[in-house]
């Protein structure tokens, strides 16, 4: 019964560990993203000051729907 269960071990480690990296590298990816975007506004938001522009607005214009 023994080897039955480090059969059973060894057998789900190597899944269990890929999907660990993953989670992980999807992680840091989408904090890589969000990191970007809110410097991006930052920087937008100092170049639009300079120039005496009002702030961008924080939603897009809604576009008019194709038919």
């Known amino acids: ?4 269960w480090v059969a059973v071990v060894w057998s789900i480690l190597p ?3 890929i999907s660990a990296l993953f989670f992980f590298v999807l992680r840091s990816v989408i904090r890589a993203d969000r990191t970007e975007r809110r410097e991006y506004a930052r920087i937008d938001a100092e170049e639009r ?8 607005s924080d939603s897009a214009p809604a576009q008019p729907a194709e038919r």
Request: hydrophobic share 40%; charged share 20%; proline share 13%.
């Open 15 to 17: 899944t269990l560990v």
């Open 1 to 4: 019964m023994q080897d039955y």
């Open 49 to 56: 000051a300079k120039r005496g522009l009002p702030p961008a």
